[in-house]
């Protein structure tokens, strides 16, 4: 008998792209009565190892019926596709998974045991490789939250994480940085401190993020006004001739476990705080950078709550940091309430100009921030001398440089547009008159999200009504901008039907709450 | 504007079943374009709440691209259309999830909360009704596992799940049960037990289940001789007239949260104590039982690997099982090799047979062990005078009541039917010489799954080459039964390229290694 032989012919498919957005999960679909499902025995929920051109996956399989596919063929999900570079008429070949030997060590984290770096090298690699399902992935993140990593644990998860992607070297030091723990709506600092800080001659290569759990990510309100999705090779020129830029982190490939990570970690909303250190540290060590400012907003509603959670925190991003070679620094900043005004791509960025271009209507709040910012992290990478730092901030704000810097940076990424204002807007009336003495973030920002932001860039919210204002009836606390009119009904009921985002009080009664837009 | 009526309106869409069986995962596929995804701002992985002929569901989202669907329709995953009861023509409605409260207690337990009675019937709640993703079930086992359920959580995890499902009550008690913690192959001793103890008049009303990671379950190898899809009202008609029954568990949804969760906990291989505790039991106190016998195999590649895990074990399975007011017994076996020969449904079902009828070749271990479960049974439930037990097993086996009983049973199930043998063979030689000194189960196990059990039911291994046994070179160790070549070569080549799973070993080597099967 030639076993072999038999055994090898039947595993090989025509492959088609089914056109189905599994979102990153590698998807395959077979028939039952396809060759390689009756000689293997598989059924649905089985993974399967699949090569093609050179290129190989692990994909879960869905069995289908008839209709779907040609018995010689499997279809590949849209992220399958792409990751096998795969072409209509292709012939993959499809096998076993092989066993997934670092999970084994996610078992034993989860008994008790420790994970060193030989462990986490390993889970990495095998993430980055696509093969973990999403089962795996949330085992990981759950097996690593609650404080289950130690400072040990996470700097070899951060060295992982930044050693399984690529890693940017730049010919001179210092390279400046910064990022934000996020949760606080319109906390669009970084379009402003990149060029503030690339106008005082220093170099900061940002790399950003689009929105995970928020209205808009920088890298979704940069787009709003210049091309973001820029390579490797292309990011390196805005750097080199202008000395910063403001691009998609995701097009350039750095510490790539995150991202998937993050798809489990966003459904989960468990964010541990091992990982969330590795996460913001490895794409700064990949980026390059060698001093790195932190903002990290505290507050009720945001995503630090306290201020011992924030000092643990910062604790443990100045250690990891040091044991990476990175200088940071972190600047706790006022939670409360959102700043600015817009939430939302295309409104955040009308801020930023508004601050650039020294608009007289611009937002203070917003601008004192990014100085703030600007300052310390000119001071941390010695570009200022200690103490000048929010002087040389202010004086290229005021003298127009900060905004032909950001100009020029727009242009090298692929040319500047000025934003765009949504199709509809809703003005949401405050239904008595009162201060405004509580503001929930979280619902501001799920307002915006039901809008359609950031998916439809012009959606969001225009927020008007910042703590202590004094407010009269029927004024309007905050306009939702849509752009399409179902979008536009579901956050108007949100917003009647729950409790209030803007809370009013009044001399005599200190909290009272404000249902609005009815 | 009438913002209302507007949103209301594009949320119903035509569904169509996609024919894509997505195993036990409810999953949606709708067009980008499609009047809800434009209007809702959707995209893949967002989950959905559907409903439809009174029905809801919770579904993820998958957005496809135009040639699969209209666009105003919707495709169903099996598991979702089934769920909905959808037709063609039919017009679901969509709407954005609610948020998955019960969740936030899942959190509270990576965070060290514990979690109470409350909690766990409401986590149950949601995942038997499928809110929970695969993402969230694996949060959950792997939140519980290490040892993080405590007595008292176990106990209301027991409840939680007993409650979420149907409940069976008989007429009269003691009713019988028993249960094995598996990972022995071969050891399919229920089916004599149940036959056993029914002959001696005791009732036992066994629901078993499919093979979830060895070649074969109880279900699967009774099913090779007789139906065991029975509903509800028939399994009472069979225990009725026959006082015994074995019929497949999932068809009479009896705890049924428990069969969402070993969706992830196969993949992931996590099987924690408390919910292998839950699991078990619950499905005991749902059947109606009163005394339940418990099998625990002992062995280095068994289930259960140590003397003092089996104690561990065992003293929560008797604790929650009091609280439960369920007598449970364990009886602690040896895990060293297979039970009988047959490893697969229809060679297992085979031996069970040749037991039954005494045979002359009938496997001893396996009749010796069903008679001292059996014995051991009959007294717990108090049928027959403490130390009276082996005695009435024997009587009966000897006597044919048993085997006339077992055909009874399989005649009230719907009809005995042989064995089937199957189409290819191929027996695995000594490579030398030797005494077999150590059998490696998990990876017999393996073997038999690569020829195609328990899909194909005529697939596994005859297993020739127990510990002890001196064996020439060129002898049978045992032999690959499989219904493709495909997974006959397969199989082949897993035993030629690892470690042997018979050790021989010789006077002067104590333990050697045994390559075959080339």
Redesign the interface.
């Known amino acids: 008998?030639t076993?072999?032989a038999?055994?090898h012919d039947?595993n090989v498919l025509r492959v088609r792209r089914?056109?189905?957005?599994?979102?990153q999960e590698f998807v395959i679909?077979m028939r039952r009565d396809c060759p390689v499902c009756?000689?293997?025995?598989w059924?649905?929920?089985v993974?399967v190892h699949v090569a093609n051109r050179g290129r190989t996956i692990v994909a879960t399989l869905?069995?289908?019926?008839?209709?779907?596919l040609a018995s010689d063929e499997a279809g590949l999900?849209d992220a399958a596709w792409l990751a096998l570079a795969a072409q209509d008429g292709d012939r993959a070949r499809f096998s076993?998974s092989p066993p997934l030997d670092s999970?084994r060590r996610v078992?034993g984290k989860?008994?008790?045991a420790r994970l060193d770096a030989e462990a986490l090298s390993a889970i990495m690699k095998d993430i980055t490789a696509g093969s973990y399902?999403?089962?795996?992935?949330?085992?990981f993140?759950?097996?690593c939250?609650?404080?289950r990593l130690d400072l040990e644990e996470t700097i070899a998860l951060t060295r992982a994480m930044v050693s399984v992607g690529d890693q940017i070297t730049w010919p001179k030091v210092p390279i400046l940085d910064k990022h934000c723990v996020g949760g606080l709506p319109g906390n669009r600092t970084s379009m402003l401190v990149v060029p503030i800080v690339a106008a005082c001659g220093a170099i900061v290569p940002k790399t950003s993020s689009r929105a995970i759990t928020s209205p808009a990510g920088t890298a979704d309100a940069m787009e709003v006004v210049a091309p973001v999705v820029l390579d490797l090779p292309a990011m390196r020129r805005v750097v080199e001739r202008e000395g910063g830029c403001i691009v998609w982190g995701g097009s350039v490939r750095l510490s790539p476990a995150d991202d998937l990570l993050i798809?489990?970690e966003r459904?989960?909303?468990?964010d541990s705080e091992g990982q969330l250190v590795a996460s913001v540290l490895s794409k700064k060590v990949a980026a390059g950078a060698t001093h790195v400012l932190i903002d990290m907003p505290v507050g009720a509603t945001a995503k630090v709550r306290s201020g011992e959670a924030a000092r643990d925190l910062s604790r443990r991003l100045i250690d990891v940091g040091r044991a990476m070679d990175l200088a940071v620094q972190v600047v706790e900043s006022d939670g409360s309430q959102p700043v600015g005004r817009g939430i939302g791509p295309a409104l955040e960025a009308r801020d930023v100009l508004a601050v650039l271009r020294q608009e007289s209507d611009a937002p203070i709040d917003l601008c004192d921030r990014a100085l703030l910012l600007a300052a310390q992290l000119l001071e941390l990478g010695h570009t200022v001398p200690a103490g000048s730092g929010l002087d040389a901030a202010r004086s290229v704000l005021a003298s127009g440089s900060a905004w032909r810097k950001f100009a020029a940076i727009c242009e090298a990424q692929g040319g500047f547009r000025e934003p765009r204002q949504a199709r509809y807007t809703?003005p949401i009336a405050a239904p008595r008159s009162g201060t405004v003495v509580a503001i929930d973030n979280r619902r501001l920002a799920r307002i915006a999200?039901l809008t359609?932001a950031p998916?439809?860039p012009s959606?969001g919210l225009d927020f008007r009504s910042p703590l202590g204002s004094v407010i009269e009836a029927g004024q309007t606390l905050f306009t939702l901008h849509a752009e399409?009119?179902?979008?536009?009904?579901?956050a108007?009921?949100y917003v009647a039907a729950g409790p209030p985002a803007v809370l009013l009080g009044s001399p005599d009664v200190a909290i009272d709450s404000a249902v609005s837009g009815q």
Do not use: C, W
């Open positions: 008998m076993l072999g038999a055994a039947v089914m056109a189905i957005d599994t979102y679909y009756a000689s293997e025995g059924n649905s929920q993974r869905n069995v289908v019926g008839g209709e779907l999900s076993p999970f078992r989860v008994y008790g399902s999403p089962i795996h992935l949330s085992a993140v759950t097996a939250a609650g404080g798809r489990v459904p989960l909303d468990l809703l999200k359609g998916v439809a959606a399409s009119l179902g979008q536009l009904a579901y108007k009921a």
